[in-house]
């Protein structure tokens, strides 16, 4: 394998610039005073309560994310870039989202396989016909993206359901802000805090238009033993917004309320950060203890927003994936800004043979899996790992996808043995509302802790950085 | 506010008030029960300790003896005992997870902070200074959980929340702490110059912080029903029962002023206090002081449900 662009610069010396003053400030820093930092910021992520759960891990129900230090770096032409390129991806998948549910244009012009639609496990028939409020489906994005090299980013995933980590693309920089204040007058970093203020704009714009002119919005969590809980409480916090569980909500005459201290208050928009199928069980699982019983009624009765709406998760199958450059195409009359990893689609006879024959060095995905659980990393998994996925493959070829192994950029990071580059991605958070796009420069950078490890996923010991965009 | 965080904010600061109360019971059976015998050193001491802190049943389906190191073990640390002051620390600090908006960083970091802290303290091998220790530790993490409240919430219903859950539970564990011990503060019990009450009276004092307190209030020796007036009636005393009320009027009354509605459990609460204001010692122990305790906990238990009858639902 070659070896992997560096973000800060190649093994000769040649810093690029936006890393330039953080590169002198790195060789002037003694390893030491490195280590107290990392300590003093876990200390802190620690006493703030930043924890996340791991599923089937009953040892340790709350772990940290490994922080790293040492921030990613963008320059601002590298952002004006991207930013351009995710408001016209966001845009798209939304186009998308209103055409699957409503006239169907894309599947009639064959963009998009009828069946991939119809057979998507995550395509809603409930949502068919159905307009939401002002035509937004995916308030909340996360689109995930790598660089192998300085001229191109590409889009690995886009998470249209209800993507998380917003909270430590917030926190991480009010830790780097605490502990490295000097490198902050070096480095002009535009800021992410507004994120907050975006979200709540973003959501208030989208009420049902007969709601009252000061909507009340609220966020729907599955509870406290969820992965992600702390997230959803921060946000709340931040929103200043109630924090909701599925019991403290119900439905009324096609109404939804929450019950406080002072009786039944109408709520007029649902962040919700419970999946589709939890979300009412009259309509959805009916096990499901999340949700809120008449909500998809209230729902449809137009009473109601959801954010993200019923059904998004149409659009971030990673099959329907490999048909984005296409359906950017189609809904903009653009070419797409942001380019798509080359994709095999399992499900296509040639594709498959090209890709059985060349497992050990692809990545092979399940079409509807997250959280880097269920894939084949060809060039890291043993004899043995990729025999049983071949048979795994083989039983089930629809199920799965297949990209080339991408070299994925490095960024220098603090590791045991000193700083060393490891591999990293990027997911900037895209908020669509009834008005505009509205992105904070910056995202959730997440690095693969491990040396030559691919995989950055927090439930696979990912960890991640601070991420600053430089103001010109 | 939503009931559910209304709800959480009591229960928080009722399992912190409790974790506290516990610490207490624990170091006054400690005193009691180092005593040579001749100054009323008993084992009964830890069985009463059990009484006190309401889990003798549970601690029986484990154990059969009562003796220092299993009721310590059971009532400090036990993961099957669910009102242990480690099971105390967890519980609040859940609440306070599930309601984070609602409290002050503060007031989390109070809370989770002890419960990070509590996974330090290992039963096992804990000798009595390291034991003493500790308590002195759990009382302070309740001191610093009610400081951190006083001084940074906002005077309004989540603050309301966190004092009626203190005040419910203080009130429950002053008159279960007096059910168990009634019998030693009854007249007939006295016998002049009796070292042995003497030190049975000191110790209920000392479990509610209040030894000191007696002899600047009521500057003579220890008497019984002087005991149980400070415990009881007393207006100066911060843990007797009639402060518990006053402070539950108090801040039921401001609940109904912020909401503009007033409800059951504001009537309950004042005609609490009401007994409370218009009798005295003396007619306590002329009706009977164990009827009269076994009366409070019955009505301290409807004024809880009550307030979560009107509110926490």
Redesign the interface.
């Known amino acids: 394998m070659t070896v992997a662009f560096d973000e800060m610069g190649d093994a000769q010396g040649a810093v690029r610039e936006p890393y330039a003053r953080l590169s002198q400030w790195l060789n002037q820093a003694s390893p030491e005073l490195l280590n107290t930092r990392r300590s003093q910021a876990e200390y802190f992520f620690?006493?703030?309560?930043i924890t996340f759960a791991v599923y089937g891990d009953a040892d340790s129900t709350e772990r940290l994310i490994p922080f790293d230090i040492i921030p990613r770096i963008l320059s601002a032409a590298e952002w004006r870039t991207l930013e351009r390129g995710l408001i016209q991806r966001v845009n798209a998948l939304n186009a998308f989202l209103r055409d699957v549910y409503g006239k169907k244009e894309c599947l009639r012009a064959g963009v998009v396989p009828t069946d991939l639609v119809y057979r998507n496990p995550y395509f809603r028939p409930e949502m068919d016909r159905f307009e939401v409020p002002h035509g937004v489906y995916c308030h909340i994005a996360g689109i995930d993206i790598v660089r192998v090299d300085p001229h191109n980013f590409y889009v690995l995933e886009d998470n249209a359901r209800t993507p998380s980590g917003v909270s430590y693309m917030l926190e991480n920089r009010e830790v780097m802000m605490r502990l490295f204040p000097e490198l902050f007058v070096d480095n002009r970093v535009a800021p992410v805090e507004n994120y907050a203020d975006n979200l709540l704009a973003s959501l208030r714009s989208v009420a049902p238009s007969r709601s009252a002119a000061d909507p009340t919005v609220v966020l729907l969590t599955p509870?406290?033993y969820n992965s992600a809980?702390?997230e959803h409480?921060?946000l709340?916090?931040k929103l200043g917004v109630?924090?909701?569980?599925g019991?403290?909500l119900f439905v009324r005459d096609e109404v939804v309320y929450?019950?406080?201290?002072?009786g039944p208050q109408r709520v007029d928009v649902i962040y919700r950060r419970v999946d589709d199928e939890f979300l009412d069980p009259l309509v959805f699982r009916p096990d499901s203890v999340l949700g809120v019983p008449g909500l998809m009624g209230a729902y449809h009765a137009g009473n109601v927003t959801l954010a993200n709406a019923v059904g998004t998760g149409v659009a971030d199958d990673k099959a329907v994936y490999s048909y984005m450059p296409e359906i950017v195409k189609f809904y903009t009359g653009e070419e797409p800004i942001l380019k798509n990893v080359p994709t095999w689609r399992c499900r296509d006879k040639d594709d498959f043979a090209y890709v059985l024959d060349h497992l050990p060095e692809l990545v092979v995905k399940e079409v509807n899996g997250s959280g880097g659980y269920g894939m084949l990393v060809g060039p890291h998994a043993t004899k043995d790992q990729i025999e049983t996925f071949r048979r795994r493959l083989k039983h089930e070829p629809d199920n799965y996808i297949a990209q080339p192994t991408l070299a994925l950029s490095t960024c220098p990071t603090f590791t045991k043995s000193g700083v060393a580059p490891r591999h990293v991605d990027l997911r900037p958070f895209v908020l669509s509302g009834a008005d505009k796009v509205r992105i904070v420069p910056g995202g959730l950078t997440r690095v693969a802790m491990k040396e030559g490890s691919l995989v950055v996923n927090s439930s696979q010991g990912g960890g991640t950085k601070d991420t600053w965009v430089l103001d010109a | 506010?939503?009931?559910?965080?209304?709800d959480s904010l009591f229960w928080m600061s009722r399992y912190m008030e409790r974790a506290e109360n516990l610490a207490r019971i624990i170091d006054a059976a400690h005193r009691l029960s180092a005593l040579p015998a001749s100054y009323g050193g008993t084992h009964n001491e830890w069985e009463s300790a059990l009484l006190a802190a309401g889990c003798a049943d549970s601690f029986h389906r484990i154990y059969k003896d009562a003796t220092e190191m299993t009721v310590r073990d059971f009532i400090c640390f036990s993961e099957e005992n669910q009102a242990s002051i480690r099971k105390c620390i967890d519980i609040a600090r859940?609440n306070a997870?599930?309601v984070?908006?609602a409290i002050t960083?503060e007031m989390?970091?109070a809370i989770?902070?002890a419960w990070?802290d509590m996974k330090n303290y290992d039963a096992g091998r804990m000798d009595r200074e390291e034991l003493s220790r500790f308590l002195e530790w759990v009382k302070n993490v309740s001191l610093v959980v009610d400081g951190s409240a006083h001084r940074s919430m906002l005077r309004r219903?989540e603050f309301f929340f966190t004092r009626l859950g203190l005040y419910v539970e203080r009130a429950d564990n002053i008159l279960r702490l007096l059910d168990v011990k009634y019998h030693v503060l009854l007249p007939a019990t006295e016998r002049v110059g009796g070292t042995l009450d003497y030190f049975q009276w000191s110790s209920l004092l000392r479990s509610v912080s209040a030894l000191t307190a007696y002899h600047w209030v009521y500057r003579e020796s220890v008497k019984p029903w002087l005991v149980a007036d400070l415990l009881t009636l007393n207006r100066e005393m911060p843990r007797s029962l009639y402060c518990c009320y006053e402070n539950l009027v108090e801040f039921l009354d401001q609940l109904a002023r912020q909401?503009g509605?007033i409800g059951p459990s504001q009537h309950m609460a004042r005609s609490a206090l009401a007994r409370l204001e218009n009798t005295n010692i003396e007619t306590i122990f002329q009706n009977g002081l164990h009827e009269f305790i076994s009366q409070f906990i019955i009505d301290n238990n409807k004024l809880a449900s009550a307030i979560q009858e009107q509110?926490?639902?």
């Open positions: 620690r006493r703030i309560g509870g406290q809980f702390y409480s921060f709340a916090d109630e924090l909701v569980e019991t403290d929450m019950r406080t201290t002072e | 506010m939503l009931s559910r965080t209304a859940m997870r599930a984070r908006t960083t989390w970091d989770n902070g990070l219903d909401y509605r509110y926490l639902v």
